[in-house]
Every structure is written in C-alpha cells, then in structure tokens.
C-alpha cells in the first residue's frame, strides 16, 4: 500500500526536481507551505497465489502548489484573472483542477488512456475504479484544523489574554468585526508589533523571536520573556507532535490568525484554552484589507462534500473527485482537530443528491519535515538575527503537457506590471477565466451531440450561467450551506460574469 512518509517524501522530491528555483524562497530568509494532490494507482488483481504479499501501488503526483499570501477583498477583479487564494492548499487544487480537464480532454476527444472511463449517460465519465487520490500538506490547513490543544507540559505560547482587551472589540453598522489599531499593526508587516506578535500557523511563541508578514495561519499573543529563537531544535519539535500523557491537562491552545466570518459566533479572546472557538468558519487575514477568502480547513471540508473538481468538471462527471486521504507533514498537529475540521462539521449533511456523499477521508501525520517550511529554516539560521519572512511568490505545477508551472505574486504570473495587467499574458493558468477557457476549448472539442444534456438542452454564456447550470452540485452546495455552512462567505454574481 502507502506509508505517510512515503508520500511525504514522494512530493518532497518531486519539490525539488520539478518545480523552478525562481518562485522558491530564498535561502536562509524565506519560507513556504507545500501542498499536492498525488494519484494512487492499485493493480487490477492481486496474484492468487500470493494474497499475503503487500498490494503494491503506483504513487505519481499530478499537482502541486506552494505559497501563504491571500489578497484583500479591494484587489479583487470582476473578471476573473486574478487569483484571490495563493495558500498552497488551494494552488494545489486549482492545479488539480487543470490535471483533471486534461485528462478529460484525453478521454473525450483524444481517445487516449485517461484517468477517465465512459459513464452510464451521455457525454458522462467517471474515474477509473483502480485510482484513488491523496492530498499531501506541509502544514495542518489554516482555519479550524490548526486550533490544537496545548497540554500542560507544554510551553505556553503565549502571555494570558487582559479583560481589556477583550472589550476592546467594536463592529461597524454591516456586522463586521472593525479593526482595532493594534490589530491593523499586526496585520501590516512593517509594523513593529508585527515582530512580536505573528507566529507560523500551528507554532508557538517558544519557537520563534521574529512575527511574519502575512500567513494568516496561525497567531499569538506576545512573547514570554526571554524567549529565543535559538531554544529551536528539530528534537524540540518533535515534542510538539507526540503522544500526550493520559493524564495531560490542556492548559491552552495554538492559535489560528483566521477570523471568524459575520454572522457566526466571535472568539471569545479569553485567557489561555477559552481563547478560540472551534468548529466556526473563518476567512483568511489580510494584510490591513479584510478577504473574502474562507479558510483552508472550511474549503477542504467542502471538498469533502462536494469534491474537488469544482462545478464545471460536474458537467461531465457522473460523481465528483474525492480525495481518500489527506497526509500532514511534520508540524504541531492534532488529529482531534482535523477530524473536527474536515469530517465533523459535515457528518450530518443529509438529502444530497444522487453521487454525492459526506466522505471520511483517512487522515495521518507524516514524521518528514519540509525543508523551506519556517520550522525547518528557522532551525537552520537559528543564531541569525535577520528576520525570516513567508515567500511572496506562489508555485503551482500540473501534469499536463502545455506550460506544466506557473509562478505568481500578488494573484498575477510573477513580473506582471500594472499597464500589463489585462493583457492575456497576465493570466495564470489556474485563475477562473483561464480554467474556464480551458473548459471551454475542451467543449468546442467535443461534438455538439456528444455533449452531457446539461450543456446541450440549454444555452449558457457566462461563467457563472455554466456553473448555475451544475445542477446535481448547486443542490449539493445548497443543502451544505443549509446544514452545517450557512455563513460561508460567497462572492457576489457580478464577479462571475464573465466570458
């Protein structure tokens, strides 16, 4: 079968064979988050005559992303070329995304071995029953999956929470939370208050002297006294990750710096383990100017629902792309929490439509650290004095054969300026517009009478009319905002209008 730290390793190196140096952090002052989807392929038949023998697999990764940054809800473009989300979890399945329109391309119109076999209706396909996909992350997804319990033979990471500045929280006449000045500060990486108060998302103050730009991952309060980034060590963090004593109390937790969206319940920012509330939604920070983007853990929760392939692909599939397990490198973890995260809160979504299930991905811990993660780095440099900061850029790389990598910063291909902005080559290949031409051009490719009923029996023209059109997983989507997401936070129509 599959180990953790086989996949682990498995897209460690592809890391570093496959994808560019330009867009990688830079030595000894940089850090990234990796993600990917890799495909496990099983033998049609296991030999009768040795049914004890391991089954083996074939292990191939088909997409990956990197990156930390996420742009605020002002940089956002009605039409669709620019990436709002450049966390690596979601570079990743936008990459798979493209990987899965390719393979479709392979089996409608090329007549190639693809990943796909023909369905039962129509213009339908579904995946092959020997193929299964693992996510792979870095880094415990930001949101509700990295709100860990801290046990008391722990350090603590932070300084309690003053009655303070619990009152000091005020909300503007629409509900949304208004932002202090302090937490401007925090939030703007040249602030000084940055230094002292941004942590790695799932990490402790214990382990690190210097804050980060703009992850959004993961947030604390201000140091302890006498806290150095030299007390790192990988065997230190080794302790993070290993099995508490029965008799463990849990005095805290790590923090996350997503914040709760309007509408639902607040933080309470009390002292020590009251301070979050687990199982809320939560959009990603940014830098001074609020996002629209949820969180990691909330969107692969979704995932877990709905699959991976978004509401285009479901024009042509019989039933979505789910992911079989999801595998976490070495970093502060808790598997209460991610079960919670990505399985609980959906566990009773009921009336889903035909193909469509809440799914218990298999969820483990891999012992392998990523080497340009900020744990790794920070222990490398752990004498420097400089101050060590997320990389800006974000990777993302699919199995295909036509420009495979792109490299972006701020949501464009990395060296676009602002006169070239809407030029077709300031367009990353996973932004909407891109994969809706993708999408498109695998339509025009197909005859008109071989298309899926669908997109055959009514005429669509804009972006967000062909995803309407996904009827089976508009009902979906519909009954798990109903049930258990109710406040996700959805961008308005007129951002999907175009063509």
């Not at 990603?284 to 877990?304: E, I």
Request: one cysteine or more; aromatic letters at 8%.
């Amino acid at each position: 079968m599959w180990t953790p730290d086989e996949i682990a390793q498995l897209c460690y190196e592809h890391y570093g064979i496959r994808l560019p140096k330009q867009g990688k952090p830079e030595p000894n002052r940089e850090w990234t988050l990796l993600a990917a989807v890799v495909k496990i392929q099983f033998p049609v038949y296991q030999p009768s005559d040795t049914p004890d023998k391991p089954v083996q697999v074939i292990k191939e990764v088909v997409s990956m992303g990197t990156g930390t940054k996420c742009i605020g809800q002002s940089k956002m473009r009605r039409s669709g070329d620019i990436l709002n989300d450049s966390h690596a979890e979601i570079i990743a399945r936008r990459s798979f995304q493209r990987y899965l329109l390719y393979q479709l391309q392979l089996a409608a119109t090329l007549n190639k071995e693809s990943i796909f076999v023909p369905g039962t209706q129509r213009g339908m396909w579904k995946l092959r029953p020997d193929l299964f996909f693992v996510f792979f992350s870095s880094h415990t997804p930001c949101g509700d999956a990295s709100i860990i319990p801290m046990l008391e033979f722990e350090e603590q990471p932070c300084c309690p929470v003053s009655r303070g500045q619990d009152s000091s929280l005020t909300f503007e006449a629409n509900g949304n939370l208004k932002t202090s000045e302090n937490e401007r500060k925090c939030e703007d990486p040249d602030s000084p208050v940055t230094k002292k108060m941004r942590l790695e998302p799932g990490t402790s103050a214990r382990f690190f002297t210097n804050g980060t730009a703009h992850h959004g991952k993961e947030e604390s309060g201000p140091f302890a006294p006498g806290v150095s980034g030299s007390n790192l060590t990988v065997k230190r963090l080794a302790a993070v990750t290993c099995v508490a004593p029965r008799s463990a109390t849990v005095v805290d937790i790590y923090r996350t710096g997503a914040k709760c969206v309007p509408g639902e319940a607040e933080d309470l920012r009390k002292p020590g383990a009251a301070y979050h509330q687990v199982g809320l939604l939560r959009v990603k920070p940014g830098r001074g100017d609020r996002t629209c983007s949820m969180s990691c853990s909330d969107k692969m929760a979704r995932w877990n629902v709905l699959g991976c392939q978004g509401a285009l692909l479901m024009h042509f599939l019989e039933e979505p792309i789910y992911l079989s397990a999801v595998v976490i490198g070495k970093c502060p973890y808790s598997q209460e929490a991610m079960q919670r995260a990505l399985v609980g809160r959906c566990q009773n979504v009921l009336a889903l439509p035909r193909g469509f299930g809440v799914q218990e991905p298999k969820i483990q811990q891999s012992g392998l650290l990523f080497e340009q993660s900020r744990c790794a780095v920070q222990a490398k440099r752990a004498d420097s004095s400089s101050r060590l900061v997320p990389c800006g850029a974000a990777i993302s790389w699919a199995a295909v054969p036509e420009q495979p990598l792109g490299v972006t910063a701020n949501g464009f291909p990395q060296g676009t300026t602002k006169k070239g902005i809407r030029s077709l080559q300031a367009r990353s290949r996973i932004s909407k517009v891109e994969l809706f031409r993708s999408f498109q051009k695998l339509l025009s490719s197909i005859s008109e009478d071989k298309w899926p009923d669908s997109l055959r029996l009514q005429k669509l023209d804009t972006y967000q009319e062909h995803k309407e059109a996904a009827s089976a997983y508009q009902e979906a989507w519909s009954a798990l905002r109903k049930q258990a997401f109710g406040s996700w936070i959805r961008n308005p129509p007129d951002y999907h209008q175009f063509k």
